[in-house]
């Protein structure tokens, strides 16, 4: 049965998955980070050693339910690495004020006024957690503006590059690679 407080996989969460599939290597360790349903997490879990974290409880419930070890967390507060990837599917939906319902759905979708809000702190946080040559997979959409999430990546040092995109009616879902540059001051196993 669906539980309506929770995102459920749709074609984000395949685009993301399969990306993820293509991409780490087995016993990597992997952090998704807002793991929702459990489904990635769930799916990575023969192949790697995976966590999920998510602030939602009834997120939680299900990841646990899939066979997900889950941290309740907001992103990747108290969270410790190194990780070898680090997956996320961040609430990129551009949201006015006057549009926020209040429920724990909107955890998953709000993204702020220009679909980064969560997005620029996850960029902020998730450089400390990193192993060396460690990557992040994101999952964006044309709704977001891509350009800019690249933007806000390289300002904290990362290059980045798109693995795979999706096309449907009214946007594009692309799965974005980053990983910190070498000589960056803050890269991964560098103190901050």
């Known amino acids: 049965m669906r539980d309506w407080n929770v995102y459920p996989p749709e074609d984000d969460t ?5 990306a993820a599939l293509a991409l780490i290597s087995p016993r990597e360790r992997v952090l998704e980070v807002g793991c929702g349903s459990g489904f990635i997490a769930a799916g990575l879990s023969p192949r790697a050693d995976v966590v999920g974290t998510d602030i939602n409880p009834y997120a939680l419930v299900q990841s646990r339910e899939a066979g997900v070890e889950v941290v309740c967390t907001d992103l990747l507060c108290g969270i410790r690495g190194p990780f070898d990837t680090v997956i ?3 609430p990129y939906l551009p949201t006015r004020p006057d549009e926020r ?10 993204g702020g006024e220009d679909g980064t809000a969560v997005i ?4 902020e946080q998730v450089g400390r957690v990193l192993a060396p040559g460690g990557r992040v997979l994101l999952l964006v959409s044309s709704l977001t503006n891509p350009s800019l999430v690249r933007d ?3 300002e904290r040092g990362f290059s980045g590059s798109t693995f795979s995109e999706y096309r449907m009616e009214g946007e594009t879902l692309s799965v ?4 910190m540059q070498e000589d960056h001051p803050e890269g991964p196993g560098r103190s901050r």
């Open 14 to 18: 395949f685009l993301l998955l399969g």
């Open 88 to 90: 996320c599917n961040p």
């Open 101 to 110: 319902v209040g429920d724990w759905l909107e955890y998953a979708l709000d």
């Open 120 to 123: 620029r702190r996850f960029a």
């Open 152 to 154: 806000i990546f390289r």
């Open 176 to 179: 974005l690679v980053f990983s």
